[in-house]
């Protein structure tokens, strides 16, 4: 009797293994992202629908309607919740914005993927949810990338600034951490500004700070939008005053190749997204995600500028992938 049951048992494991990896197959994924005003996050959803085709996934994204719209943007999440999606892959605006939407999704079990920008653990488990896995660059390691570059470029003493993104975003802050971590006691850092990720705010933020510090020697920006708005103000000065991004955009690329831009620290949305794909395939097939998968980065200057051009938006060799091992 009791071996009669354990085969019973056996047969009901295997049959529902069966069933999520079959399920898995044509599993429907939701995907929220930031605005698509963004060249980074329309490269994040390339790689989402390009991953989905490949892994034979349905997917359907939407996106707030700016970087500013956090509201929006959870308005749209909420109206997914309420559809029959088997996972949910998030890049939230801000700390806080989706964690009341993602509620309904984590009452009906479905798994939540988090890309890029990071949910407020504490917030989460307030609202009675944790998310499945996080996927995306460590931002204090890509922030630090760019202060070792600006090592390189300046001499020790001299004056930089930074231009940070919209006040209070995580990620923001860690990537300034990471600058200011690498060049402590060894670059005088005179002003940090938030310029919003906007381009012209860099711009007339930019032009002010060059007014005010006549010898500066280097900024610092938090994504590569800001990073050409200041290359802009340095232009119209006449100055030699060096100038890291960060993100890797295809303008920030061609920006560096033209010998304009100094640096960027490239990370890689397409991957980031298709990485995410992969993760929800995954969850679906009832497979137990890494808590955190780092995204590549990599230092583009002068010298490999055209060569991460012409591999745009991959990156240009392989990288780390705990996520594919686990659909083999």
Not at 125 to 142: E, W
Not at 260 to 274: D, M, R, S
Not at 298 to 308: G, P, Q, R, Y
Request: net charge negative; hydrophobic share 50%; proline share 4%.
């Amino acid at each position: 009797m009791r071996m009669r049951m354990f085969n019973c048992l056996a047969i009901g494991a295997s049959l529902l293994a069966t069933t999520l990896a079959a399920h898995a197959d044509d599993a429907k994924v939701a995907a929220i992202v930031k605005g698509l005003d963004n060249p980074f996050f329309q490269t994040m959803q390339q790689g989402i629908e390009e991953q989905a085709k490949a892994d034979s996934v349905a997917v359907t994204v939407q996106a707030a309607a700016n970087m500013g719209d956090a509201t929006g943007q959870a308005d749209r999440l909420t109206a997914m919740a309420l559809q029959d999606f088997d996972c949910y892959l998030v890049n939230p605006i801000s700390v806080s914005n989706l964690v009341q939407a993602l509620v309904p999704v984590a009452q009906k079990k479905k798994p939540i993927i988090n890309i890029d920008s990071t949910i407020d653990a504490g917030q989460a488990k307030a609202a009675g949810f944790s998310v499945s896995t996080y996927i995306g660059t460590d931002n204090v390691a890509a922030g630090a990338l760019a202060g070792e570059e600006m090592l390189k470029l300046v001499p020790k003493g001299s004056k930089v600034a930074l231009v940070a993104g919209i006040v209070g975003d995580v990620g923001s802050n860690a990537r300034i951490k990471g600058f200011k971590q690498a060049v402590e006691g060894k670059l005088d850092v005179v002003v940090m500004v938030s310029a919003d990720w906007d381009r012209e705010k860099a711009l007339t933020a930019a032009t002010d700070i060059l007014a005010a510090h006549p010898d500066l020697a280097g900024f610092f920006a938090a994504n590569d939008i800001m990073a050409l708005g200041v290359e802009r103000a340095v232009q119209t000065s006449g100055k030699n005053v060096k100038v890291i991004g960060l993100d890797g955009i295809v303008d920030a690329l061609k920006s560096v190749a033209a010998g304009e831009l100094t640096a960027t620290v490239a990370q890689y949305p397409y991957v980031v997204g298709a990485m995410g794909v992969e993760a929800c395939k995954a969850a679906v097939k009832g497979k137990e995600l890494p808590a955190n998968v780092p995204a590549p980065v990599l230092l583009i200057n002068k010298d490999n500028a055209e060569a991460s051009l012409k591999n745009f938006p991959r990156p240009g060799g392989d990288y780390p992938d705990p996520l594919r091992e686990l659909l083999k």
